[in-house]
C-alpha cells in the first residue's frame, strides 16, 4: 500500500498487480527506505535467471528528497546483486548523470509515446497474414522466443502478464513458427502495450495494431526504441505523442544484449 501510494503520487503507470510482481516473484529484490515510522523511498530488482537483474521503482517521496536516501537504496541493492552478471535499468535523463556516477553506460534511446484515445479508422492496413491470440501451448515457445529477443530468461515476467491479461496477448506465426510477440496490461492511467518483437517492423507494426483494434477510445502508453524510425514515425501518425525519452544504461558490462534489432517495444521501465 505504501509503495502504490508513492508511484500514484508521482502519476506513474503501476498497478498494485506490477507491485506484487515485484515484491512476490522468487528471487526478486524490493528494499524500503523508512523515516518517521513510514516508508518515503522504494527501489526493486527483477531478477532474469540470475543472468539479468533489473533495477527499478527508485521512488522516494518528495518530502524527503534532498537527504540521500535514493543513494542509499542503489547503493544497498547494488550490494546484493554482486553475483549478478549483468545489471540493468532504464533511466529517465534526470537520473542518467546520477546512475553515471554508480559506473552505468548507456545503451541506448527508448521513446515514451502516448494516445489519450485510440481511433480505430487509423488502423485498416492490411497484412498478409493476421495474430492470434496466445494458447496455453504457446507459452513454452514465447519464452524461449522472448528470452532470446532480450537476452535472458523472463519466464516469470511473461508467463504473469499472459495469465493476468490473456485478452492483451498476441503472436504472430509464419510456418508454424513465431515470428513475433504482443503482450501488454493494464495500467493506472494507461493501458500499457509491450513488449512487442518481430523479425521486422512490418510485423511488429502489424502486432501492434491488432493490439490497438481493442482499445478503441482508450489511452494507451507504448515504450519504443528510438531507432525504430518507421514505427516512431507510424506512432505519431496515428495519434501518439512522444512523452518523454528513457536510456536504458548497464553496469560494469553488457553481456545479454539480446537481439537489438527484433525489439521494437520494451515492457516498460520497470520491466525492461
Keep these: 500500500d505504501s509503495a502504490i501510494k508513492l508511484s500514484t503520487a ?5 498497478t498494485e498487480k506490477d507491485w506484487k510482481l515485484f515484491i512476490e516473484t522468487p528471487g526478486n529484490v524490493s528494499l524500503v527506505a523508512e523515516a518517521d515510522n513510514k516508508v518515503i523511498g522504494t ?11 533489473w533495477i527499478a521503482m527508485v521512488l522516494v517521496d518528495k ?10 537504496l542503489l547503493e ?10 549483468s545489471i540493468k535499468l532504464d533511466a529517465t535523463a534526470a537520473g542518467q548523470q546520477v546512475y553515471k556516477k554508480f559506473d552505468f553506460s548507456d545503451e541506448y534511446l527508448i521513446a515514451r509515446m502516448t494516445n489519450l484515445s485510440v481511433k480505430d479508422r487509423f488502423l485498416q492496413d492490411h ?18 522466443y522472448d528470452g532470446i529477443v532480450f537476452g535472458a530468461d523472463r519466464s516469470m515476467l511473461i508467463e504473469s502478464l499472459i495469465k ?13 513458427l513465431i515470428t513475433g510477440i504482443a503482450l501488454g496490461r493494464d495500467g493506472y492511467n494507461y ?4 513488449p512487442v518483437l518481430a523479425s521486422n517492423a512490418n510485423d511488429a507494426k ?10 478503441t477510445n482508450q489511452p494507451v502508453v507504448v515504450d519504443v526504441l528510438c531507432d525504430k524510425k518507421v514505427i516512431v514515425d507510424w506512432l505519431q501518425s496515428i495519434g501518439f505523442i512522444k512523452q518523454r525519452e528513457f536510456i536504458r544504461m548497464y553496469k560494469n558490462q553488457n553481456p545479454f544484449p539480446g537481439v537489438i534489432d527484433k525489439q521494437f517495444l520494451v515492457c516498460g521501465p520497470e520491466f525492461g
Design 76 to 85: 544497498n541493492i547494488l550490494e546484493k546483486l554482486e553475483q549478478c552478471a
Design 10 to 14: 508521482e502519476g506513474w503507470n503501476q
Design 43 to 53: 527501489t526493486t530488482v527483477m531478477n532474469y535467471s540470475n543472468k539479468v537483474a
Design 63 to 72: 518530502e524527503y528528497r534532498g537527504r540521500g536516501d535514493s543513494k542509499a
Design 127 to 144: 497484412y498478409d497474414i493476421s495474430p492470434e491470440p496466445v494458447q496455453v501451448t504457446d507459452i513454452p515457445g514465447l519464452v524461449a
Design 206 to 215: 502489424n502486432l501492434i495494431s491488432e493490439a490497438l483494434k481493442g482499445l
Design 164 to 176: 493476468q491479461y490473456p485478452n492483451k496477448a498476441r503472436i504472430l506465426k509464419r510456418n508454424n
Design 191 to 194: 493501458h500499457h502495450i509491450g
